[in-house]
């Protein structure tokens, strides 16, 4: 079994066979490559404002600012790119139902911007209102959000051909750590991560031949794996020896560090929606 | 010229001895997933980078983050917006590079060309003429007119730029279908491998 729409929805196969022919699939259809534009574009004012947000939330970026007053003024960037994602999302689907409900990249994307309603309006938003004040609730919200994008990233992981998206979602942590650490943490953390590329090149480009994928799968996949331990590890280390901040804690750092993952993971899983 | 020099770049630059060996143009644009992985960087770099000079643009127009100088917002986010801008060049290039006689006919990619210049251009006026008495505006809750215009022009320049890289993947426009007169002297596409073919159907 795979992890496509139409392995979990079977019945509604004759439903989104029809969807581009009815209202409002037809209307979008000719205009598909213009939603899809407004599609980036909502997903670029998302991205911009959840980035210095919840960076805020990790102690870097916009630091001259309180996170209230960050709230203040970007929270509506926030709604507009969230709504706007949301609304061409359902327009420029109804246009490409059937592609999208034998795909599994799209059950991940799906699942990560349910992750990323969660931690946004859940987490991000309440905690920057309150000058990085977790409330219980926030915490009811970051545990299932959390939950919900490790569902994600299983979903995205079983998705044959897309799984590779995953190394944006490594990437991008990385970078996240790269910023937020500083001194001897950052040294060795980047020493460490620069020592793995070199040896992960080394592996798959001297040791084993470029077509040898019995061998070049696992490897990739265990150096994956080595990376994420390693990045998770460095932002542990910098999130519980920078101790408590004016504005909040390790667990509001390590929220917001989740919460810019979220969105950088259903942004992979819908750009690989293109490759399989 | 520059048509001789992409051909070039495209067939012999890494090829080897062999008749049917690939040159780095072949093997980059027919990778399993690293072609996959440049094209959603690219994108993910523009979320970084576009998304984060907006919200400069709306400190200069004026319209957030009334109460914070601008060289505040400037000095904080423009090394987020710079990381991002040093990506996307970064994978935009190496895309460019997987299929450049394809991008080079592409009317899509040739505006966005332009208006790459005319971000460029307005960047380094902001930075060489605009910014110059910044002290004069820093804190002031709607920077004079000329800062903000250079806000508007970027908006926009940033607007067209990502909407015609994502018209880039459409055929509207490729050489070799029937298309008006202005469209294949636009795409030059007389000199591409698939020619110029006008309305009437006939080959140039």
């Known amino acids: ?276 | 010229m520059i048509r001789d020099f992409l051909v070039w770049m495209a067939t012999e630059v890494g090829k080897g001895p062999g008749e049917y060996d690939p040159s780095w143009t072949d093997l980059l644009a027919s990778s399993l997933n690293f072609w996959g992985l440049l094209e959603a960087t690219h994108v993910l770099s523009l979320m970084l980078f576009a998304g984060t000079i907006f919200i400069v643009d709306l400190r200069l127009l004026g319209a957030s983050f009334k109460q914070t100088p601008v060289s505040v917002i400037s000095e904080r986010i423009l090394p987020l917006t710079i990381f991002g801008l040093v990506l996307m060049i970064a994978t935009g290039v190496a895309l460019f590079y997987a299929k450049p006689l394809l991008y080079y006919h592409n009317i899509w990619f040739r505006l966005k060309l332009i208006f790459l210049v005319i971000a460029a251009i307005n960047i380094m006026i902001f930075h060489f003429r605009v910014q110059r008495n910044i002290a004069d505006w820093d804190t002031l809750a709607k920077p004079p007119t000329k800062a903000r215009l250079s806000a508007m022009i970027s908006i926009l320049s940033w607007i067209l730029i990502i909407t015609f890289g994502r018209f880039i993947a459409y055929d509207w426009y490729n050489c070799g279908k029937a298309l008006p007169d202005w469209a294949n002297a636009v795409q030059e596409c007389q000199s591409s491998e698939t020619g110029a073919v006008n309305l009437k159907g006939v080959a140039l």
């Open chain 1, 1 to 276: 079994m795979t992890m496509a729409p139409q392995d979990f929805f079977p019945h509604l196969a004759d439903w989104v066979a029809n969807l581009d022919d009815v209202f409002p699939g037809v209307l979008v259809k000719p205009y598909f490559a213009q939603f899809e534009v407004g599609h980036l574009l909502a997903l670029v004012v998302l991205g911009g404002s959840s980035i210095l947000l919840n960076l805020r939330l990790i102690g870097v970026g916009l630091t001259d600012e309180t996170p209230r007053e960050m709230n203040r003024n970007l929270a509506i960037w926030v709604h507009i790119g969230v709504i706007g994602i949301i609304v061409t999302g359902l327009l420029i689907g109804s246009s490409n139902a059937e592609r999208l409900y034998t795909s599994e990249a799209f059950s991940a994307k799906m699942v990560g911007l349910l992750a990323g309603v969660v931690m946004t309006y859940g987490v991000t938003l309440p905690a920057t209102r309150n000058n990085g004040e977790v409330g219980s609730l926030s915490r009811v919200c970051a545990i299932v959000g959390l939950a919900i994008f490790a569902v994600a990233i299983w979903v995205f992981l079983s998705a044959k051909l897309a799984n590779p998206g995953l190394w944006h979602v490594i990437f991008a942590a990385g970078l996240i750590v790269a910023y937020a650490t500083r001194g001897l943490t950052r040294i060795v953390y980047l020493s460490g991560a620069g020592l793995m590329i070199v040896a992960q090149q080394v592996m798959t480009h001297v040791v084993f031949k470029a077509d040898d994928y019995a061998n070049l799968d696992p490897t990739n996949k265990a150096f994956a794996w080595g990376f994420v331990v390693w990045i998770l590890g460095a932002a542990i280390v910098h999130a519980v020896s920078s101790g408590r901040g004016a504005n909040g804690g390790s667990f509001t750092k390590a929220m917001a560090f989740a919460a810019i993952l979220v969105w950088v993971m259903t942004a992979a899983a819908g750009r690989w929606l293109a490759f399989a």
